[in-house]
């Protein structure tokens, strides 16, 4: 994919976009925590979810392109309403889009090395960090939610020994973008959502990678190569669906790192994720969330067929 100078000024596609909440009355009440499994029965990850509380509600949000999903979501809280909570869809503009990531997404730290600094932010940082540029468009999740992090942090403990890299999952594409500033040369990803596919390879324009992000249903479909390394940011429902593929995708000597596991679930997790090949090498645990990182015994790989090589960001 060519890799020229990105517009700055390009338009937001946020006309399509749809916002689905569950709102409750505070205070008291039930936690966040049953909202957020309904969002994840319906498929949505860790990243995409949202908390607004205000003095008088709690609101618990995810953002989707697809029209299936808000259908789904509709005939899912009809046939099993949630005690205490309400739900509603709203259809964003573009300029509700653009204000809601600019009230809520600043300069972020990253792991270690980095800060991923929101475009209307750019020249604005002046520390040390490596930065990388997003620009959120129609994607979910601005990158900074602890799965990304604690995927972030297992990634720099790789940094030097991977040349080619596969992000299963790729959101707006800020794994991507870490694993090319750490050394891969390569950098392919996929995602089921098709605004985050557009916003990732944007993402990757903005930060001078090449790279290229196909739509894909991950829990189908193989990936296309074995890779040094492959990250995916997913839930524990669909990583455990997916593990064969993601195992089958993992270069012979290679690592394979997920996350997107919530702390109570990660020891039945750890039980069933066994992809075929792999030894569990390091658990990394959050907050609230987990991650995990698995190695392929073996030496090289074949290299994947895809062609596409990074640089550095100015």
């Known amino acids: 994919m060519p890799c020229g100078k990105p517009s700055l000024k390009a338009p937001l596609m946020a006309r399509d976009i749809t916002e689905i909440a569950l709102r409750r009355r505070l205070p008291g009440g039930p936690s966040a925590g049953g909202a957020e499994d309904f969002f994840y029965r319906l498929g949505f990850e860790a990243r995409d979810i949202t908390q607004t509380e205000q003095k008088t509600f709690l609101k618990v949000s995810v953002f989707t392109s697809l029209k299936k999903r808000v259908l789904a979501a509709e005939k899912a809280f009809s046939k099993q309403p949630l005690k205490s909570w309400s739900l509603m869809t709203r259809p964003l503009g573009e300029d509700d889009w653009l204000h809601k990531w600019k009230r809520h997404f600043r300069i972020t730290p990253l792991g270690k090395k980095f800060a991923v600094v929101p475009l209307w932010h750019r020249g604005s940082y002046r520390g040390k960090r490596r930065v990388i540029l997003l620009d959120p468009q129609s994607a979910f999740g601005s990158g900074t939610h602890e799965t990304t992090r604690l995927m972030a942090e297992l990634m720099e403990t790789l940094e ?86 993601l195992g089958q995708g993992t270069a012979p000597g290679g690592h394979l790192l997920v996350s997107g596991i919530s702390l109570k679930n990660f020891p039945g997790f750890l039980r069933d994720f066994k992809p075929r090949g792999l030894i569990l ?34």
């Open 160 to 245: 030097g020994r991977f040349k080619t890299f596969f992000d299963a999952g790729c959101g707006t594409g800020v794994l991507s973008a870490a694993a090319a500033f750490l050394g891969a040369r390569t950098i392919a990803g996929a995602d089921l959502d098709p605004g985050s596919v557009k916003t990732a390879r944007l993402n990757l324009r903005l930060n001078k990678i090449r790279g290229r992000m196909t739509r894909s249903d991950l829990t189908r479909q193989a990936l296309p190569g074995r890779f040094d390394v492959v990250a995916a940011n997913l839930i524990s429902k669909t990583l455990t669906e997916c593990q064969a593929i």
């Open 281 to 314: 090498k390091k658990k990394h645990r959050g907050k609230s969330w987990a991650a995990a990182l698995y190695q392929k015994p073996g030496g090289s790989g074949a290299e994947p067929k895809i062609q596409a090589r990074s640089e550095g960001a100015s």
